[in-house]
């Protein structure tokens, strides 16, 4: 054999060595498995391929993960909504050559089907009082008031107790158009239903079947104070809200199948939509897809933990590997959510860009 032809040999086997590193590396790396419907799918669909870091991009990262959430959902449900949780920077591009002309981010704003903003007039950072600073009101209700106009449903939660208070904020927010639900407590103390008032405001008894028929709505962070599960589900089902906003899991167990069926009953017997929300920017160590040996850095998209939440850790959301746990194939954490029934998803973390832009923990109550 001729120096030429070993050398030619050397070089076909590196680059075949070469071309065939990404695959091992691949079929090396953990998946989330979404035990939410209670098996294991035998194989998954093909994964997502997120999108590559852009250090200078970080707003279009999270709007081409929100895409691909969409585009997901969609094949597997037609009719699933999809609402994003703050984030309202998103709703909005800087002209590529003039970054002074600002316009609709028409592709992300249609992948969405709803926007849903904490303390829009009040609430934030104290509760029964009007969210400061001023210029944070301002800024919020104009960009609200884009999201309508491009035709997406605007859920507005604010957080007051006074009745006085309470009242004013409903008739302010349906004044505007938008939907609202006002929550006496904040964060993961969102465990109760209201006291005031008694009955959802607006209260409709007709039958709800997509976001465009929403009159009124209730979010709660923790069900497990309601008792268990069937408790919980027939308590919320004496009730009339056009839509219900819960966590995957009751206590420890995911919601059955059944229980999320009860759900979509109202008292009078129409129907309403149950709505799941999902964390997609950081991971929280409490959540099934968690693996004893993670850390901070190890694998190496986990990033920080939050500062208020050493359970809960910043992550590099648009590295492969962390959207497929979230979207993308039959074991992710989304389809878990569609299989078990939920009619949509409230997508929380939206605003996990900024960390990654330098602001810190700004996103207000999503730790």
Same mark, same amino acid.
């Given at each position: 054999?001729?120096?030429?032809?070993?050398?030619?040999?050397?070089?076909?086997?590196? =680059?075949?060595?070469?071309?065939?590193?990404?695959?091992? =590396?691949?079929?090396?790396?953990? #998946?989330?498995?979404?035990?939410?419907?209670?098996?294991?799918?035998?194989?998954?669909?093909?994964?997502?391929?997120?999108?590559?870091? #852009?250090?200078?991009?970080?707003?279009?990262?999270?709007?081409?993960?929100?895409?691909?959430?969409?585009?997901?959902?969609?094949?597997?449900?037609?009719?699933?909504?999809?609402?994003?949780?703050?984030?309202?920077?998103?709703?909005?591009?800087?002209?590529?050559?003039?970054?002074?002309?600002?316009?609709?981010?028409?592709?992300?704003?249609?992948?969405?089907?709803?926007?849903?903003?904490?303390?829009?007039?009040?609430?934030?950072?104290?509760?029964?009082?009007?969210?400061?600073? @001023?210029?944070?009101?301002?800024?919020?209700?104009?960009?609200?008031?884009?999201?309508?106009?491009?035709?997406?449903?605007?859920?507005?939660?604010?957080?007051?107790? *006074?009745?006085?208070?309470?009242?004013?904020?409903? +008739?302010?927010?349906?004044?505007?158009?938008?939907?609202?639900?006002?929550?006496?407590?904040?964060?993961?103390?969102?465990?109760?239903?209201?006291?005031?008032?008694?009955?959802?405001?607006?209260?409709?008894?007709?039958?709800?079947?997509?976001?465009?028929?929403?009159?009124?709505?209730?979010?709660?962070?923790? *069900?497990?104070?309601?008792?268990?599960?069937?408790?919980?589900?027939?308590?919320?089902?004496?009730?009339?809200?056009?839509?219900?906003?819960?966590?995957?899991?009751?206590?420890?167990?995911?919601?059955?199948?059944?229980?999320?069926?009860?759900?979509?009953?109202?008292?009078?017997?129409? @129907?309403?939509?149950?709505?799941?929300?999902?964390?997609?920017?950081?991971?929280?160590?409490? +959540?099934?897809?968690?693996? #004893?040996?993670?850390?901070?850095?190890?694998?190496?998209?986990?990033?920080?933990?939050?500062?208020?939440?050493?359970?809960?850790?910043?992550?590099?959301?648009?590295?492969?590997?962390?959207?497929?746990?979230?979207?993308?194939?039959?074991?992710?954490?989304?389809?878990?959510?569609?299989?078990?029934?939920?009619?949509?998803?409230?997508?929380?973390?939206?605003?996990?860009?900024?960390?990654?832009?330098?602001?810190?923990?700004?996103?207000?109550?999503?730790?």
């Amino acid at each position: 054999m001729t120096p030429m032809f070993r050398a030619i040999l050397t070089a076909l086997g590196a =680059a075949l060595l070469f071309a065939l590193l990404p695959a091992v =590396a691949e079929a090396q790396q953990p #998946s989330g498995r979404a035990r939410i419907q209670g098996r294991d799918e035998s194989r998954p669909e093909a994964p997502v391929l997120g999108p590559t870091l #852009s250090l200078t991009e970080p707003k279009q990262e999270m709007r081409d993960f929100v895409k691909n959430i969409r585009k997901f959902a969609r094949r597997h449900r037609r009719n699933f909504s999809i609402v994003v949780r703050n984030g309202l920077d998103l709703l909005t591009k800087g002209d590529v050559v003039d970054e002074s002309i600002i316009a609709p981010a028409l592709a992300y704003i249609r992948s969405i089907d709803g926007i849903l903003i904490d303390g829009l007039n009040i609430g934030i950072p104290e509760i029964d009082k009007p969210t400061m600073p @001023k210029e944070r009101r301002e800024k919020n209700l104009k960009m609200a008031e884009l999201a309508k106009a491009n035709g997406l449903a605007v859920l507005v939660m604010d957080y007051a107790t *006074t009745p006085k208070t309470v009242d004013d904020i409903y +008739r302010l927010n349906a004044s505007r158009g938008f939907i609202s639900y006002v929550a006496p407590v904040r964060g993961y103390e969102l465990n109760m239903l209201p006291p005031y008032p008694k009955r959802p405001f607006d209260e409709n008894p007709k039958s709800v079947l997509s976001f465009a028929d929403i009159r009124n709505f209730v979010y709660l962070a923790d *069900t497990s104070t309601f008792g268990q599960e069937d408790e919980f589900a027939l308590k919320i089902h004496q009730t009339n809200y056009d839509a219900v906003v819960v966590d995957v899991f009751h206590g420890r167990n995911p919601l059955s199948r059944r229980a999320i069926e009860t759900l979509k009953y109202k008292k009078v017997g129409g @129907k309403r939509l149950v709505l799941a929300f999902m964390n997609i920017s950081a991971a929280e160590s409490y +959540r099934y897809y968690w693996q #004893s040996h993670w850390q901070e850095g190890s694998p190496l998209w986990i990033s920080a933990p939050f500062r208020k939440n050493p359970d809960k850790y910043h992550v590099e959301y648009w590295r492969p590997e962390w959207q497929r746990i979230i979207t993308g194939n039959t074991e992710s954490y989304l389809y878990g959510i569609i299989a078990q029934g939920f009619d949509g998803v409230i997508l929380d973390g939206i605003q996990g860009y900024r960390f990654f832009e330098g602001g810190g923990e700004t996103a207000d109550l999503e730790e």
